[in-house]
C-alpha cells in the first residue's frame, strides 16, 4: 500500500496554524483563549467542548457578536472533525446574527473570518461555486482591513475553488496576479509566508516552475529578516517541491539538502520534525540505508516530546510507515516497535476524540498485521478503521481500507478464490472501485501532480478487481459486464488523469452503436494483469465472449521486441513472428466468431504497453489483421456521436510547415520537404481546403482561420510530439509551440456550436515519445481538446515521403458512401503494403485511428 503522505504533501492555503482562531474582544474569558490554543495544538475536540461551555454566556447576555465569533471557531473545529453537517449550521447560525447585529468596524474582522470558514466548508461538501463565492467575499474583507496575509490566503483558496470547477485559466491568472501584487509590497515575514502559501498552491496548480520561483521568493525574504523559523518554513516547502512523485533522482538529492537545512534551521517541533520525516522516508526511497537508520532514532525521540495533538499522531503514524519499509531490509526497528508507535498514536487519537486521525492509525496497524500474516487482527482492524473513515465521509481515506480490506481477505494472495473469500474481496474492492469514482474528479481539482502517483495510488484497485471478477475459468455475463465497465472507469480515469480535467461531451454507448448502428464492428477489451491476459469481446447483439491467455513468454517483452522491428526496414520476418505471437493472444481465439457475425471492423480498447503497438501490423501467419479487418482505437465504453462525412460538402483546414522555427529548442526536428506536396494531393482529389502554409502557419492566424468557417477534417501537417506528460505534447507552429493544454482554448468557437463539431483530427508528421505507452494519452488529449470526434496520427516517426501516396489515397476514399473513416484507413495503408516500396509495417503501420470510426 502506497504510504500516506502526511508531511510531504504539498500543503493546501488553508492549515490549522494559519488561520487561527479569533478570541473575542468585547468579553474575552479564559476558556476562549484556551480553546484558541487547543486548536492550534490540533485538540479539537476538547476546543469544541470548551466553546460549547462559553457560549451560552454571551446567549444571555445578547452579546451577538461575540455569539457570531465562537459559532465560526466552533464550525472551525468541528470541520476538523470530520463532523461537516455539524459545522454547516454552525457557521450560517454565525451569518444569521452577523446579519441582525448593528454595524461596527469589529464585524468587518468577524465576517471575514465567517466567510473563510463557509468557504472550506462548502468546498468539502462539492460546493466549489459557492466556495469560491464566500472566499471572493472573505478577500476583500481581509484587504479592507489591510491583513494581507490572510487576504492572499483566501485569494489562493478561490484558486482552489476554481481548480474545482474546472476554470484553469482563471485560475493561473488570479495566481499570476497575485504574485505581481505581492512584489510591491513591502519585506515583511508575512510577505515571505504569503509566497510561501502562493508557492504551495502553484504546486497543486501544476505550474511547478513558477512555484519554485515564489518559493525561491519566499526564501530570499526569510533570509534577508534573519528568520530562523521562516527560512526553515520556506526550505520544507522547497524540499517538498524537489520531491514531488515523479522527480529524479538529481532533485530527490536537492529535497534531501532542503530538509536537512530545514531541520538545522528550525525552532520549533513541529516544522523540524516534518522534515526530518520527509528526510527519513527521502534516504528510504533512495536506499540510502545507513543514515535513514541513524536519523529514525533522533526522530523517534523527538516525536515523544511533541505536546498532544493531531500533529503529534500523524507524525508517528509517517514514522511507522516509514520504519515498515526500513523493514524489508533490516531486522531492527521490529514489527512490535513499530506496533508500539502506533498503539501510543492510537490512545491519543481516542483521548482527543479525533476521528480522521484514529482511522488513520487503525489502518496503518491493519496494514502491520497485514504484513505479518495475521489476517484476522488485521481484518478486525481495517474494518475499524473503515467505519471511522466513513462515520466522517473521509473518502479519500475510505478507498484505502476498503482496497487493505480486499487484500487482506484474499489473505494477500494472487488466486483468492483458493485462498481467502473471493465474494468479499470482490465486494471490498468494488467499493473502493466506487468510492474512487466519486472522489476522482476531486483528487484531480485538489492536486494536479496526482497524476505522477495514479499507478500506485489508484490504477492498482481497477486492475485487481478486474481479476478478482476474472479469476473463474468461465465467469457469469454479470462478472463479465463488472468487469468490462471497470476496464472503460480505468481508460477514462487515466485520460482525466493526462488531461487533468473531466471529459464531458454528447457520447454513445460502444454497444448501442454496434447494435444499431453498425453491426459489421465487433470490440475487443484486452487488460494485461501480472499473470495473463484478459480479453472480453463484444459482437452486435450478442452476449460478451471471454477468453485468457498465459503466455510463456513475458507480454512487455515481446511487445516491445515487436514494436522496435516494426520500425526496422527489413524485419519482415521479425516483425511476423511477434505479431503472430500477439494475434494468438488477442485474434485468434475468436476468429471463428469472428466470421460467423461478417466482421469487418475491429474496435480495440487496449490496455498498457499494447497500445505501443499498431493492431493493424499483427500477423495470422499469412496475412497481416489490417488486410482482413480495419482497425480503430477507443478509450472506452464510449463516442462522442459521430456525423457522417459527406465528401461534396466536406470542408478541410490545413496547416503545413517545412521548416521548423530556428529558435531554441527545435534543434531536433528535421525539414519536412513533403508536407506542403502532401496537402497538395488532397486539393487534387476535389476536396475544399483552406490551406495556411509555412510562415502563415502562426498561432494566431491558424486560430482566425479556424473560426472563419465550420470545418469537418482538420489537417495538421507539421512536425509534433505527444508524450507521457502535458507539457511535452503539442505541435510545431511558424511561431513555436502549440501545446496541448491550449488546444481547447482555440478550438473553442468550434466546441461550443452545437450544430457543428469537428469530425476528424488529422496529425501528420507527428509522432509518439518513443516506446511510451502512456504517449496514445497525448493523441487521444489532442483530439477531446479540439472536440474532435476522432483522430488520426502516427505511434512513430513517419517517413515524409511516404506520407504523401498514403494521405493522398485516404482523401480519396475519405467521405465516399458506404465508406468509414476507418475503412479509408485501411484502404490507404493497404495501398502502401501494396507497393513494394513501402510494403514493410514501418511506412504503413503506424497510423492509428482513434475514437469514431464510422
Known sequence: MALL???VSPVVARDTGSLGLTTSVVASVPQEEEAKNLYAAGRFAEAVELLQQVLPAYQTSGDTVAQAIILSNLAL??????????????????IAILQTSPNSPQRLSIWAQVWDVKGNLELAQGKAEAALSAWEKSALLYQRLKDTNRATLAQVNQAQALQALGLYRREISLLQNLTTSLAKQPDSLSKAASFRNLGEALILAGDLKQAEVNLQTSLKIAQQLQSPEAIASAYLSLGNLAYLPGNNTQQKNIALDYYEQASVLSTTATTKISSQLNRLRLLIDLEQWSKAQVLYPEIQSQIANLPLGRSAIYAQVNLAQSLLALTKKFPNPSPETIGKILAVAHQQAEQLQDVRAESFVLGNLGHLYELSHQWSIAQDLTRKALN???????????????????????????????????????TAYTEAFNTLQNIRTDLIATNKNVQFSFRETVEPVYRRLVDLLLQSSAPSQDNLIQARNVIEALQVAKLQNYLQQTCQDTRLELDQVIDSKDQTSAIIYAIILDDRV????KRPNQQLDHYATKPQ?????VVKRLYQNLQEVGSYEEVQQDGQQVYSWLIQPIEKKLKESKIKNLVFVLDGFLRKIPMASLYDGQQYLVEKYAVSLALGLQVREPKPLNRSK??????????PPNKPGFSGFSRLANVNQEVREIKNTGITVNWITDKEFTTKNFNQKLNTSNFDVIHLATHGLFSADRENTFVVTADGKLNIDDFDQLFIDQQQNSTHKIELLILSACQTATGNDQAVMGIAGATVQAGASSAIASLWDLD??????????FYQHLGQPNISRAEALRLAQQALLKNPKYDHPRYWAPYVLIGSWL
Open 5 to 7: 503522505c502526511i508531511f
Open 77 to 94: 473545529n468541528l470541520h476538523q472533525l470530520g463532523r461537516i453537517g455539524e459545522a454547516s449550521q454552525t457557521i450560517e447560525k454565525a
Open 388 to 426: 471511522l473513515s466513513q462515520s466522517i465521509q473521509a473518502s479519500d481515506i475510505t478507498y484505502r481500507w476498503q482496497w487493505q480490506l480486499g487484500r487482506v481477505l484474499c489473505q494477500g494472495k494472487r488466486q483468492c478464490e483458493q485462498q481467502g473469500d473471493m465474494q468479499g474481496a470482490i
Open 534 to 537: 484478459e480479453v472480453i469481446l
Open 553 to 557: 513468454e513475458k507480454i512487455e517483452e
Open 650 to 659: 466536406m470542408q478541410v483546414l490545413a496547416a503545413s510547415l517545412t521548416e
Open 800 to 809: 515524409d515521403e511516404a506520407s504523401v501516396p498514403f494521405i493522398k489515397e
